[in-house]
């Protein structure tokens, strides 16, 4: 609020650990959804990213001259080894930040009766699920959230219309339903969706601790959640 209330610019950058990778409460959580009350009036910048060349163009953006705004960057661990969550030198030297990304991997958008809005890690766990799902249909489509605030409002409403026939929306994420990002994007929601859908939730339940403190625990609520994402009846 800074700027607010003393007309003082700052480029701050916050990178602060979150990721749900079973190691327990104080492991997991950066509190998304404190920061997130926190948004008004373009204030400040809240960013979830999955690739190393958004992070890259990220930060490129925050020192171009006339953009001094603090930014928080939720940076899980597990993707620092995760192969798949690498980019190109060609992706690190051309383009620049993404707000949003589509499904990359959707040929017919008229066949997608499922559109699933995620943000962070948990888009490579539903990735992957949906690429060893016995269908391998393409019914769902997957949707980024890279930037959440400034919250990218033409582009996800450009992008839902490429689906005309996906009358189902949902918000997947790995927090409990009381953090995280839902409260935020339920909120923007509202407006959003001209033909007056719905965006269903999914993820883990309302909890008093951010995470399980039990691997195990931990492996089949993850489970449960890509599971149900995923699966149309």
Not at 4 to 22: I, Q
């Amino acid at each position: 609020s800074g700027e607010r209330k003393w007309l003082r610019m700052s480029g701050l950058v916050l990178l602060l650990p979150h990721g749900y990778e079973g190691q327990g409460p104080e492991h997991s959580s950066a509190r998304l959804e404190r920061f997130l009350q926190m948004c008004a009036e373009d204030n400040i910048q809240v960013c979830n990213l999955t690739t190393p060349a958004q992070y890259f163009h990220l930060l490129r953006r925050q020192v171009r001259p006339g953009f001094e705004r603090p930014l928080i960057v939720m940076t899980p661990k597990s993707l620092l080894r995760l192969p798949v969550a690498g980019s190109s030198l060609e992706q690190l030297t051309t383009g620049g930040f993404q707000p949003l990304f589509d499904d990359a991997e959707i040929n017919e958008p008229n066949r997608v009766e499922r559109i699933v809005l995620c943000s962070g890690k948990v888009f490579y766990d539903l990735a992957d699920a949906r690429k060893k799902a016995a269908s391998g249909d393409n019914r769902v489509a997957i949707l980024r959230v890279e930037q959440f605030y400034p919250f990218p409002r033409t582009l996800i409403k450009e992008t839902l219309a490429k689906n005309p026939n996906a009358n189902d929306l949902v918000w997947c994420q790995e927090e409990p339903k009381n953090m995280g990002g839902w409260t935020f994007m339920e909120g923007k929601f509202e407006d959003l969706i001209p033909r007056g859908d719905l965006l269903r939730y999914v993820g883990r339940a309302e909890s008093a601790s951010p995470a399980t403190g039990n691997y195990s625990v931990h492996v089949q609520e993850q489970e449960k959640l890509v599971r149900e994402a995923l699966t149309i009846d």
